[in-house]
């Protein structure tokens, strides 16, 4: 007995009692910082997407009200005349070089009624570069202040898009009268009116007919608003394949259970490319350059996640 007392009191004495207490605390310590940890992470990545979201969303709304507004760019006057053409610039093709504008004449006292103010003869607005119409003709009896609507060629490459700037060549007008002696034109002022929504118009140095006839062109180019809306549609278009693709990996690898209302997702997404597309500003024609390096793989990797998926539940047991 004495003997298993003492054996009992040595194996006593071996244990401290600091030892379990020292080990036990460390243990829950690690657990609760893991939890902590862990605990953070979603918290984390939440206030991350948040944060972008919101900080794309600011800069959207920025970039939109920076825009230009419509308002004269451009206005001119020559010795001697009080006449002027007035060019409204209201939309562009960009496919086909043109912007459509309306012409109009105000100051034309030599040629009108001094009590009604109307046109006592024909006479014709002539422009350099000539418009894809020809001369913009007014008639007798009407106001010169009735706009006329023609198109003023530009040159440029819309396939560049949304890069793609345009140029026309030096806005020189003059008016001659019609009839048996017109007579050479009179050279007049030009006044541009910018009524292009998403685009930046300004005046620039162009090729002139002859050094004597000094008059800067227009260089119309998409306004920063334009170009961040653009580049955040087409950032959509790209994202969409590598959420497709990512789900369908994951439940392939059966890291995540299949479900099956998740197709129509799948479908979803596909049928989202081709409405985005459309809503690009000033979307080019189809086969551009966006076509062939976004949207034409956005399909592919979306139909390759469908395909991942229904392979999932095939093999899904």
Same mark, same amino acid.
């Given at each position: 007995m004495r003997a298993k007392r003492d054996g009992l009191s040595r194996g006593a004495s071996d244990m401290t009692p600091e030892q379990p207490v020292t080990t036990g605390a460390a243990e829950v310590a690690?657990?609760?910082g893991g +939890?902590?940890?862990? =605990?953070? #992470?979603?918290v984390s990545v939440l206030v991350l997407v948040v944060t972008v979201i919101a900080?794309?969303?600011?800069?959207?709304?920025?970039?939109?009200?920076?825009?230009?507004?419509t308002g004269i760019i451009y206005q001119d006057s020559v010795a001697g005349s009080s006449a002027r053409a007035h060019v409204d610039l209201e939309r562009i093709d960009e496919v086909?070089?043109?912007?459509?504008? +309306?012409?109009?004449? =105000?100051? #034309?006292?030599?040629?009108?009624?001094?009590?009604?103010?109307?046109?006592?003869?024909?006479?014709?607005?002539?422009f350099y570069p000539a418009l894809d119409a020809?001369?913009?003709?007014?008639?007798?009896?009407?106001?010169?202040?009735?706009?006329?609507e023609t198109t003023l060629p530009v040159s440029g490459d819309h396939l560049v898009w949304p890069f793609d700037h345009y140029a026309s060549g030096a806005l020189i007008a003059?008016?001659?009268p019609m009839g048996a002696n017109p007579g050479p034109p009179l050279r007049v002022g030009v006044e541009v009116f910018d009524e292009l929504h998403g685009w930046d118009v300004h005046t620039g140095d162009v090729q002139r007919p002859t050094p004597a006839l000094a008059a800067p062109g227009l260089v119309?180019?998409?306004?920063?608003?334009?170009?961040?809306?653009a580049i955040l549609?087409?950032?959509m278009i790209a994202v969409l394949p590598v959420l497709g693709l990512f789900v369908a990996v994951q439940t392939a690898r059966s890291r995540r259970i299949f479900y099956p209302p998740m197709t129509t997702w799948f479908a979803a997404l596909l049928f989202a490319i081709i409405p985005l597309r459309t809503v690009l500003p000033g979307a080019p024609e189809p086969g551009a350059w966006i076509d062939v390096t976004v949207v034409l793989w956005a399909i592919v990797g979306l139909v390759t996640a469908m395909v991942i998926y229904v392979y999932a539940w095939w093999s899904a047991p």
């Open positions: 690690g657990a609760a +939890r902590r940890s862990h =605990s953070w #992470a979603p900080l794309t969303y600011v800069a959207t709304i920025l970039a939109y009200w920076s825009m230009p507004g086909n070089n043109k912007i459509t504008a +309306r012409i109009w004449l =105000s100051g #034309a006292r030599s040629f009108t009624d001094p009590m009604t103010g109307r046109l006592t003869g024909d006479i014709e607005i002539l020809g001369p913009v003709l007014l008639h007798q009896g009407h106001l010169p202040t009735q706009s006329a003059a008016v001659r119309v180019e998409r306004s920063f608003g334009a170009l961040i809306f549609l087409t950032a």
